[in-house]
DNA sequence: CCGGAAGTGAACTGGTCAGTTTATAATTAT
DNA sequence: ATAATTATAAACTGACCAGTTCACTTCCGG
């Protein structure tokens, strides 16, 4: 079997040992979470989860990665590029909303901030396929939408920056200080019309 | 001695404990730091801090709820409320960055965020002497510049949360996420300036 | 059907840590 | 000065956990 392109990275297990670590982690974070847990949650010996990742913060940079790129990749098919600059952003902001309360979401946010310090690599990591793509995005669509003259703006990094933190208006610290952990969507759509509105009354034309 | 109002809670030794612990709190975090660490840092025994806190939670509560407090005195003192709205608006805006991005606010956030789950009351008691108290206090103001037609919003509680996260663009993540650790005047006042002037675009008159 | 690769389970190492206990010493109040 | 309170040091309990090792079993390709 000299090639096969999709062939599981390497032994038949490894997929089956991410899911059971993704489980793990997100029902008890990064500390939280046993070795021994997530071996049984696999259903595979210790010794072989050792086998595919040298330790379990390796293990878990593997989770986070593979379920960012999927979700990510996900909100980003999911948007009409070409619809009125109002709706658009009020897309994007539901994603990034969606995102922020999901499940996932909140877990990945708790690790990285929480182990951050004895851990950097992963804050890092996650700023980058999280954060940062969402800027280079929403740069990106700032820059068609202005050519088109419907927005004016000067520091296009500033406003995707702005636009960002507006949708977690409320939302965004009741969740992270565990006050709620779901949300009604009329809750949702006051803070995609709040950011929205003021979005547009700054910046467009 | 039957009273004198100001005696340390109880015990001499009551103020010690709290300073060593929030030393070794801030530097290690909640899960990193080890009670023995604390007693040594205090400079008193372990026995003698476990007369005074029934267990490292508490410890850690009462810990932050002082700091929280004394940290929000201060700033609330500092800021004149009776200068322009754009001036005051600043003002604020300076202060919750200060806050933000200081060691302390940096910290406990991490801690709050991070042990979260496992302990509930932490996040809860975080947010009602945080976030909370500025979305009051903002509220309040707006209150008074909305009476004299220097402002115009529809649903106040929004626009304070809405102002408050504003205030964390690009530095909030870069710094949630351990890429940066200080930021520049320069760097606080693009933030500073880009939050006050989306804020009048929108609920200025 | 055989041999090597992959997987198993269970015990083990070496370490950390919260919280308790005990016998002893320092403070303080009366 | 004496008795009660408060503090100390150090050892101890009981628990948890990452990562390793090893003797053994299962699986699969040639």
Redesign the pocket.
Known sequence: ?PDGVIEPK?????DQVLDGARQVFMADGF???????IARAA??????L???F????MLFMEVAKNECCRQADEAIESIEMDAPVQQVLCDIAGQMIDFITSNFGQRIFRICVGESDRFPELGREFYESGPMMIRDQLVAYFDEAIARGELRIEDKMLAADQFHELCKADLFPRMVFNLSDEFTKAEKMRVVNGAVDMFMARYGT
């Open positions: 079997m390497r032994g038949r297990k490894y500390e939280g979470a046993s070795v021994d847990d259903g595979v010996s210790k010794a072989t050792y086998s595919y040298p330790d379990k913060r």
